[in-house]
């Protein structure tokens, strides 16, 4: 299908190791966002695209996140020294962007276990 | 603090009846909602939405009601189906932020049974 992937669909990792998660969202969607989900809670807004620039990156917990989007397309988001409390669902979204509203349509995430 | 609240982390109801979801914020500078659902290792995936000028939309077996004054809103699906059986997730969108940043309830895990 042509719907937003998201690689690797599970990742586990050690305390302190850098780990990167990709993000192929909707061809045309200039727009795309990464969530994060832990265990029992609703998805928690970490950062905005729209095309190259992070138009809002307020939802960073930290500097030992980063994403970045060069082309205007793929995005990676980035990891340094993950701790225990970085494990969850990462996911990501996108949509047509614009100056209305347009539906977020979501990949299947992937689930970090930091060990 | 949270500001968008669903209380009832689980919900279950017979098929064929009504399903009815609830939600509620505290930021009145929302100006948008709505309502995602989730199955176990998928995505979310929009369902339904409302404008906060408005209080009511439908589409099709689902309505959403909003009720301003309470900062409150409710998602209505008649009649329920076994499919329909998943996690629901109110969302909504401060009109003073940017269009990205939409904030979640924590979900209610609804049951049809047959």
């Known amino acids: 299908g042509a719907g937003v992937s998201q690689t690797p669909s599970n990742k586990v990792t050690e305390k302190g190791k850098y780990v990167e998660l990709r993000c192929d969202p909707i061809s045309g969607h200039t727009a795309l966002y990464w969530y994060r989900q832990s265990l029992g809670q609703g998805p928690e807004f970490l950062i905005y695209?729209?095309?190259?620039?992070?138009?809002?990156d307020s939802g960073l917990p930290n500097d030992r996140f980063f994403a970045v989007r060069p082309e205007g397309s793929v995005s990676t988001l980035k990891i340094q020294r993950t701790e225990r409390g970085d494990s969850a669902v990462y996911l990501c979204?996108?949509?047509?962007?614009?100056?209305?509203?347009?539906?977020?349509?979501f990949g299947p995430g992937t689930r970090l276990t930091v060990l | 603090d949270q500001q968008v609240k669903q209380n009832s982390p689980s919900l279950s109801v017979q098929e064929g009846r009504i399903s009815i979801l609830n939600c509620d914020y505290t930021?009145?500078?929302?100006?948008?909602f709505l309502w995602y659902k989730k199955y176990p290792a998928e995505g979310p995936t929009f369902l339904i939405s409302i404008s906060s000028i408005k209080d009511k939309n439908e589409d099709g077996r689902f309505t959403v009601f909003l009720n301003k004054s309470a900062k409150h809103l409710s998602l209505h699906i008649v009649p329920s189906q076994p499919g329909d059986s998943a996690v629901y997730f109110c969302a909504a969108r401060n009109y003073g932020g940017s269009q990205g940043n939409l904030i979640f309830g924590k979900g209610t895990k609804l049951s049809v049974k047959p």
């Open positions: 930021n009145s500078m929302f100006d948008y």
């Open positions: 695209f729209q095309g190259t620039g992070a138009a809002d």
């Open positions: 979204a996108s949509s047509l962007g614009g100056s209305s509203y347009n539906e977020q349509f």
